[in-house]
T-cell receptor
Framework: GENVGLHLPTLSVQEGDNSIINCAYSNSASDYFIWYKQESGKGPQFIIDIRSNMDKRQGQRVTVLLNKTVKHLSLQIAATQPGDSAVYFCADPAGTALIFGKGTTLSVSS | GAGVSQSPSNKVTEKGKDVELRCDPISGHTALYWYRQSLGQGLEFLIYFQGNSAPDKSGLPSDRFSAERTGGSVSTLTIQRTQQEDSAVYLC??????????FGPGTRLTVT
């Protein structure tokens, strides 16, 4: 089965709202997680990562939260813009490759 | 600098034909990965090359799939006797380490 999965396949928000994309994982030994953004017709693009010894990490307009107790992480996007519309994946390095969840499609309307 | 490039961007082939997909990684990246993405799905790991080490082929779905990496740079993914279930986007990524992988735009393969 999958190491990582997402709660909702789609999320629709209005421009300017904050977006929260969730991800659950099953491997308690995972020590590193990555969020990728994939725009239509393109390959995934690295957004932000977090190590298991952290609870929170902030980037530009994005914040990732990690709750190891319930094996859950989330990606928060502040002031969502139309350019944020994409599929978002959480990924877990497992051995020699990344294990990706199925993705959440974020749609931002003006 | 240039990113990861893949060719062709689209490939339509008839069932039973062989196809070759090419990946040009970022110069200097020692690691190269192939993934497959079916419609609406996440990425499925296929194969991993690291330097001169033997590749990790554990993700290849069948013996119809093979890959080579020549001179530690360009890689070719070959699918023999293609089947309709092989239809997907094939993504290549390169990196200096496992965590920060840089992806190409992918090759969309359609088997008719």
């Amino acid at each position: 089965g999958e190491n990582v999965g997402l709660h909702l396949p789609t999320l629709s928000v209005q421009e300017g709202d904050n977006s929260i994309i969730n991800c659950a994982y099953s491997n308690s030994a995972s020590d590193y997680f990555i969020w990728y953004k994939q725009e239509s017709g393109k390959g995934p693009q690295f957004i932000i990562d977090i190590r298991s010894n952290m609870d929170k990490r902030q980037g530009q307009r994005v914040t990732v939260l990690l709750n190891k107790t319930v094996k859950h992480l989330s990606l928060q996007i502040a002031a969502t813009q139309p350019g944020d519309s994409a599929v978002y994946f959480c990924a877990d390095p497992a051995g020699t490759a990344l294990i990706f969840g199925k993705g959440t499609t974020l749609s931002v309307s003006s | 600098g240039a990113g990861v490039s893949q060719s062709p961007s689209n490939k339509v082939t008839e069932k039973g034909k062989d196809v070759e997909l090419r990946c040009d990684p970022i110069s200097g990246h020692t690691a190269l990965y192939w993934y497959r993405q079916s419609l609406g799905q996440g990425l499925e790991f296929l194969i991993y090359f690291q330097g001169n080490s033997a590749p990790d082929k554990s993700g290849l779905p069948s013996d119809r799939f093979s890959a080579e990496r020549t001179g530690g740079s360009v890689s070719t993914l070959t699918i023999q006797r293609t089947q309709q279930e092989d239809s997907a986007v094939y993504l290549c990524a390169s990196s200096l380490d496992l965590h920060e992988q840089y992806f190409g735009p992918g090759t969309r393969l359609t088997v008719t």
